[in-house]
C-alpha cells in the first residue's frame, strides 16, 4: 500500500547533491540506461525504505554535469537530516555526492517552488587538447573573440519566446517564453566560460545558446543576428546543439 504524501507527520526535505555526468544518462530514469535519479533512489531506499515521494529541479541531459542539484523528499523516517546525508553518502557512487539537507515546508517543490537556475559552459579554447578536460568541457582548437561574444549574448538577456533555441520533442510545448536575467561570455587563460541564469529553460536551449555563438565566432552567423533569430520562432534559424560534455547546473536559486 501506498503512502499518502499529504499526511502532516511527513518530512519533507530539501537535498542538494553534485554529479559528474559524464558516466550517466542524464537524471530521470529511463529504461536501459543508467541515470543520476536511479542512483539516488537506490541509496534512498537502502536508508528509509521503499516508501518516499521524490521531486527533483530539473531534468538535465546526458552527460551534463551539476555543481548543485537539488531534490525534494518527502519520507515518514525519523533519521535525522545529518545522518541521512553521511547514509547517503556512503551509498552513492563516487560520481555523486550529497551535499546538504536541510528540512523545507510541507508544500515545498525542488522544480515549482525554484525562483531561477544558472548554468555554465566550458569551453577549453586552445590548440591542443586538455586530457584532464576530455568530457568536463568542450575542445575548441580556434580563437574565440569573448568581447565580441559577449557582446552578442546580451540580445539573450530578457523575456522572449526561445523558441528558436528550443529542440522539439514529445514534451509538451505551451509556454516557450523565458526571462533570462544575465548572459557573460568570459576568458580565464585558456578556459572560456558562458554562464546564463534564467528562471527556466527549454529542452537544450543553453546548449543551442551556446551552438550560436559558436556560430557567429566561425563566421556563420552574424554577430547582430540574435534578435531576429528570437524573432523567428524557428529552430532552424539558430546554430548547432553544443556538446553536453562542457555544460554544467551550477546553482538553483529558490
Known amino acids: 500500500m501506498q503512502p499518502d504524501f499529504t499526511c502532516r507527520d511527513l518530512r519533507n526535505l530539501l537535498i542538494t547533491i553534485s554529479y559528474d555526468g559524464k558516466a550517466f544518462h542524464g537524471w530521470q530514469i529511463q529504461q536501459n540506461a543508467v541515470t543520476v535519479q536511479e542512483v539516488f533512489q537506490e541509496a534512498l531506499s537502502k536508508i528509509v525504505g521503499e516508501f518516499y515521494d521524490l521531486k527533483g529541479c530539473s531534468r538535465t541531459d546526458s552527460g551534463v554535469h ?58 577549453w579554447n586552445s ?82 545558446m551556446v551552438g550560436t555563438l559558436l556560430g557567429i565566432a566561425q563566421g556563420k552567423i552574424a554577430s547582430d543576428s540574435i534578435p531576429k533569430i528570437i524573432a523567428e520562432k524557428d529552430r532552424s534559424f539558430a546554430g548547432v546543439t553544443a556538446p553536453a560534455c562542457g555544460l554544467y547546473l551550477n546553482k538553483v536559486n529558490y
Open 127 to 208: 590548440e591542443t587538447r586538455n586530457p584532464f578536460l576530455n568530457g568536463y568541457a568542450l575542445f575548441y582548437r580556434y580563437p574565440l573573440d569573448v568581447e565580441l561574444l559577449n557582446k552578442s549574448a546580451q540580445a539573450y538577456v530578457g523575456s522572449h519566446d526561445f523558441t528558436s533555441f528550443c529542440t522539439a520533442d514529445k514534451r509538451e510545448m505551451l509556454n516557450m517564453t523565458r526571462n533570462v536575467k544575465l548572459f557573460e561570455v568570459k576568458r580565464e587563460g585558456k578556459l572560456v566560460t558562458m554562464t546564463v541564469e534564467a528562471d527556466g529553460f527549454l529542452y537544450n536551449m543553453v546548449r543551442i
Open 66 to 123: 551539476a555543481d548543485m542539484y537539488c531534490v525534494s523528499v518527502k519520507i515518514k523516517h525519523p533519521i535525522p537530516e545529518e545522518r541521512l546525508r553521511a547514509a547517503l553518502n556512503r551509498w552513492l557512487p563516487e560520481q555523486v555526492v550529497c551535499l546538504d539537507i536541510k528540512p523545507c515546508a510541507p508544500d515545498f517543490h525542488a522544480r515549482y517552488n525554484c525562483k531561477s537556475k544558472r548554468y555554465v559552459y566550458k569551453i
